[in-house]
Structure formats: C-alpha cells, structure tokens
C-alpha cells in the first residue's frame, strides 16, 4: 500500500511540473521590440527561390532580413543554393562544388506559379549584394563543405569589402558551431544564429552557448523553451519544415513571443503580425 502511495504521489508530482513548465505559466515578453519577418529564400511563393528576383520582390515587400543559403563552386565563388546539388531547383543535375562558376551559370532555375514557368539563373553572393547594397539586411547560412570551413574568409572578404558588417547589414546562421566559431574569430560584431535541426533542439545547450540568437523548427517550439532563452537574454528565430502547417504554427508561436520568423509568405506574417 505505501509503494501504491508513494508511486502515486510522484505521478501527481510529475504532472504538475509538466503543467507548470509547458501550460500553467506566462509567455515572457521578447527581446525585440518587434518579431523580426526574416524572407526564406527570398519570396520563393513567388519566384523561384534563391534568385535575385525572389529576393527583389521581397525587399519591395517590407520584409527585415532577406535569409541567403550559401554553396560554394569549384572554383570558390559563393553562391545562393540551399540543396548540396541542383538537380531540385534547375534544369541541371550534380552538386554545386562540382561546378565553376561558369558551368554552374549554363544552368537556369526553374519553377512553375500558376500556369507560368519561371526561369533565373542561380546568383552569386556578390549578385546579390551588388542588387541591393546597404539598402538590405542580409541573413546569411554558413555550412561545412565535406567536412571543412571553406567558405567564411571568403564570405567575411566580400561582406567587409561593401562595408556591410560595419553597418550591421548582416547576421550569419549555421548548423555548424565550428562554421559560427570561425566567423566570430574573423568578424567579432556579427550577431550569430545557432540553428537546431527539427528534434535535435537541446535546451541546456542552447542557454549555455554565447550565441545572441537560437533558431528552432516550429515543431520544438514551446513556452519552456522559449521563456527560458528570453531569461538568458537569448532571441528565439523560428523556421517552419511543413508547408502545409506554416500558417497555424506561425499564429502558435506568436503567442508565445517569438523574435522571428523565417516565412515562405511574407505577406501572411506582415498581416499576421499587423504590419503595414
């Protein structure tokens, strides 16, 4: 009877630090004065994503950051692409370090909206800051190339050379502590990003790392996590895996106090978040 007793009131105990850690208590506010629209890839509802074009419509769109995966060529040069290969979004098949510059430029990228098909080549880094100068905020996507820092001197080269890191035009994300760590030691003053990928947010970790801002797929979203990196000081940026759900799962994690939102529409967030 005591076991029964004892067993009982420690599930009683458990219930309540779940309902106090998850539902029974206050979003704290956010660290911003007002959550950050961050454009995924450009307005890639648009355009196809990761072109000059998708990210032109959503500079006109008002959005605050314009988010920039980068690639790097064989020959070194920086370029917009998300995907290791291009066999997604061009007319092209093979990876994007197998390519110069030039044979990557043979390529076009292609989408359909509507019963339109729409073509752009894939731009380089230096294409698009030549676009939009310091007229932008530039959200940008570091990653290891086969295991190696390969591409943060010659990104912290070309954002120093258009004095964009002195204007606070740029804030660099990456998967990759080492990627963050390199930049840090080449550019102290860009604000980081450490992104988790969707079921491997560690929360421990992300208040213990001195990195102002922790990015989080929606689905790990929560008022624990969220209060408790606000308390550290810390931004939560939130990106979203699942088309279909964006839109509800972007009005959840407003309620909770999100500093931003990587959006695929830029246009529903602006409204969402009652932006003119």
Do not use: C
Not at 120 to 140: A, G, K, M, N, W
Not at 170 to 194: G, R
Not at 241 to 255: F, L, Y
Request: hydrophobic share 35%; glycine share 4%.
């Amino acid at each position: 009877m005591l076991k029964k007793t004892v067993w009982f009131a420690s599930a009683i105990v458990g219930v309540l630090i779940v309902m106090y850690n998850y539902v029974g208590r206050e979003p704290e506010p956010p660290i911003v004065n007002e959550p950050k629209i961050i454009a995924h890839r450009g307005a890639n509802d648009r355009f196809n994503e990761s072109t000059i074009t998708a990210y032109e419509i959503a500079a006109n769109d008002g959005a605050d950051s314009l988010e920039i995966d980068l690639r790097m060529t064989e020959d070194q040069t920086l370029v917009a692409m998300h995907d290791e290969n291009i066999d997604r979004t061009t007319n092209g098949l093979g990876e994007v370090s197998d390519y110069s510059l030039e044979e990557l430029k043979e390529f076009q990228t292609v989408e359909v909206f509507g019963n339109e098909r729409a073509t752009e080549r894939v731009p380089t880094l230096r294409e698009i800051i030549e676009t939009f100068t310091d007229s932008q905020h530039y959200y940008i996507e570091t990653r290891l190339e086969d295991g190696e820092l390969v591409m943060e001197e010659a990104l912290i080269g070309l954002l120093n050379e258009y004095d964009l890191i002195a204007k606070e035009l740029v804030t660099i994300q990456s998967f990759s502590q080492q990627s963050l760590e390199k930049v840090h030691e080449l550019a102290p003053d860009i604000p980081l990003t450490l992104l988790y990928s969707k079921g491997n947010f560690d929360l421990s970790e992300a208040k213990s790392v001195d990195y102002p801002i922790i990015g989080i797929e929606s689905s790990d979203v929560n008022m624990k996590n969220v209060n408790a990196l606000h308390r550290q000081g810390k931004e939560v940026h939130v990106y979203f895996n699942d088309e279909a759900t964006q839109k509800e799962e972007q009005e959840r994690v407003k309620a909770l106090h999100v500093d931003g939102f990587f959006t695929d529409d830029i246009e529903y967030t602006k409204e969402l978040l009652d932006r003119k």
